[in-house]
């Protein structure tokens, strides 16, 4: 009888979800905004997450570092259970989530490595929020500024760049948190059709040779079906739609679009 061949760790660990949501339930001034939502990131994908404007795409990526009110079901992300978490243990959860916006929220003053930087301060202790980084943390943020390509901006301004760059520090801001997952809103709705592809290949990337999973809200089909691994679509707060990318098409997810024409905007956006 062949010798049973047992999964590795590292199999393992690519086999079972970081992030693990069931029956989602949120509720502002009990009006439902995701009603039964159910979701799973694995180590190592990309992930879309497609839907009109309301059908609670922000409010879905706000719930896994418990930014929104669970009202029902369970969330999972990292080992942390988001809907019994205490303040500190937020904080602690927070700071294993990488979040990228649409916005960049750079500090514009301040230089492109000094806004890397930041993203160590929950981990580098309150002497070095007024007294610097180590040197350790400087040459990580130099890393990660010539992983994204802009290290020969690190002493610039952040404001002095332009989108696309912007966007490439706030990617490097959350790689310096060392995170577990990528929460990504909306990243490249304020970037040109070249840039959105450059940086969505490079969060890509990072989801692949990182082992980190990227949740990536998107608004724009093709890019969805060009950079993603699998694609999951929320209509009315609802997910109606989930599979490989590779298995749809666009004919397919224009359902959760038909109905865009009047929609409200997202109570949290």
Do not use: C, W
């Amino acid at each position: 009888m062949p010798a049973v061949q047992l999964p590795t760790t590292a199999e393992l660990r690519h086999a079972l979800p970081l992030v693990s949501v069931r029956g989602l339930r949120v509720a502002y001034d009990e009006q439902l905004v995701l009603n039964g939502v159910e979701l799973d990131l694995f180590p190592g994908e990309m992930v879309a997450l497609l839907g009109a404007s309301g059908s609670g795409k922000s409010t879905l990526m706000k719930s896994l570092t418990g930014f929104a009110p669970i009202s029902g079901g369970s969330v999972r992300v990292a080992g942390h259970d988001v809907t019994n978490l205490a303040r500190g243990e937020l904080r602690t959860l927070r700071s294993e989530v990488g979040q990228v916006f649409q916005q960049f929220n750079l500090i514009p003053r301040l230089s492109v490595l000094s806004n890397v930087l930041t993203g160590a301060l929950h981990g580098a202790g309150p002497i070095n929020m007024v007294g610097g980084f180590s040197s350790a943390h400087r040459a990580r943020a130099m890393h990660l500024l010539d992983r994204v390509g802009i290290a020969h901006k690190a002493k610039d301004a952040a404001r002095s760049l332009s989108g696309g760059q912007q966007q490439r520090v706030a990617i490097a801001r959350a790689l310096m948190q060392q995170p577990r997952a990528i929460l990504a809103d909306e990243p490249v709705a304020s970037l040109d059709p070249k840039l959105a592809d450059s940086v969505l290949e490079l969060l890509r990337e990072i989801a692949t040779e990182d082992g980190i999973p990227v949740l990536v809200s998107l608004h724009v089909l093709p890019l969805a079906l060009a950079h993603s691994d699998r694609i999951v679509g929320l209509r009315h707060g609802e997910m109606v739609l989930s599979g490989r990318t590779a298995q749809l098409d666009a004919a397919q997810l224009a359902v959760l679009y038909q109905d865009e024409e009047g929609a409200g905007d997202e109570r949290d956006h």
